[in-house]
């Protein structure tokens, strides 16, 4: 990769981790890599699609993983419904790899994605422009899963999860030691393991009484 579009990529992807997209501009970004704007725009156009650069450059070999251990975890099942836990660890044990391997910069676009969850719709915009087949295999995968979950419980506990993911993503909040007297640095593969038992239990929560009444009168008609 071109030493400028790299450094620029290296720049971007912190400040926008620490500062967060809205309040990172393309001036500190210019200022920070010692370039100048017309590299910027030379490489990347806009703000946006710097920030969209930023996240394929991660994503795309995150992805292709994903999907390999998604095709391993259906090939298992055979006939059977795919194992929801391993459909979850399919899903998000890539990124907490990414985390594990200081060279990959991980822990940095981990904190990144962590706070552009927070920012609201400026991640899912681009998920959904360029990894659109691999939330759909997932959703599909989830639905196997889960058969008796009915779909507007799964999308809300799917947008449960990616809180949860997001937390995580982020190093969880320091300010929950006070109830707790678990001091030590977060551990990426403890959270992992974590997180995969706590929306596997999520997703498999039974049904609140007055879902599973309006539920049952859809079922009957």
Known sequence: MNHTKERILDTAERLFSEQGYAATSLRGIIAEAEVNLAAVHYHFHSKEALLEA?????????????????DRCEQAAGNNPPSLEQVIEAFIAPTFRMARNPAS??????RLLGR???EGD???GILMSQFHDVLERF???MRQALPDLPPAQLFWRLNFAIGALGQ???????????????SRAPNSELALEEL??????????????????????????
């Open 196 to 221: 995969i038992a706590f929306l596997s239990a999520g997703f498999r929560a039974p049904l609140t009484h007055a879902i599973a009444e309006v539920h049952a009168v859809v079922e009957e008609r």
């Open 54 to 70: 930023v996240i394929l450059r991660r994503s795309v070999p995150a992805n292709q993983e994903r999907l390999v251990l998604l």
């Open 105 to 110: 910069g991980g822990m940095v676009f981990m």
């Open 122 to 124: 400026v991640l899912s």
């Open 116 to 118: 552009l969850h927070a």
């Open 168 to 182: 995580a993503l982020r190093g969880g909040s320091r300010d929950l030691g006070i109830i707790s007297d678990f």
């Open 139 to 141: 959703g599909a995968a």
